[in-house]
Nanobody
Framework: QVQLVESGGGLVQPGGSLRLSCAAS????????MGWYRQAPGKQRELVAD???????NYADSVKGRFTISRDNAKNTVYLQMNSLKPEDTADYYC???????????????WGQGTQVTVSP
């Protein structure tokens, strides 16, 4: 089994910063892309940012210049540094990992349980 455990969410004022972490563990052979998604109340889940094993990154337009995604391949961990937070960033943030559990298995998608981020005065 594979587990993704997120941490770092919370309440922050507009303009503040938070750093999210997500550690993958369990039956993992290799991890391809890792990413962060978010879902606000009444809205669909959307991609925030993702990163490949080689470090190539992709960001939603709404967070470019404010958020930075990074990963530690040795620790199977992905981070999301969120700066200049806005009320519209309020959402549940979910970690995702695209990985193989064995050398011969196909790539499967795995999700964390989510961590809440609230940006409010």
């Amino acid at each position: 089994q594979v587990q993704l455990v997120e941490s770092g969410g919370g309440l922050v004022q507009p303009g503040g910063s938070l750093r999210l972490s997500c550690a993958a563990s369990g039956s993992i052979f290799s991890i391809n892309a890792m990413g962060w998604y978010r879902q606000a109340p009444g809205k669909q889940r959307e991609l925030v940012a993702d990163i490949t094993t080689g470090g190539s990154t992709n960001y939603a337009d709404s967070v470019k210049g404010r958020f930075t995604i990074s990963r530690d391949n040795a620790k199977n961990t992905v981070y999301l540094q969120m700066n200049s937070l806005k009320p519209e960033d309020t959402a549940d943030y979910y970690c995702n990992a695209q990985l193989r559990t064995t050398w011969f298995s196909s790539i499967t998608s795995h999700w964390g349980q989510g961590t809440q981020v609230t940006v409010s005065p």
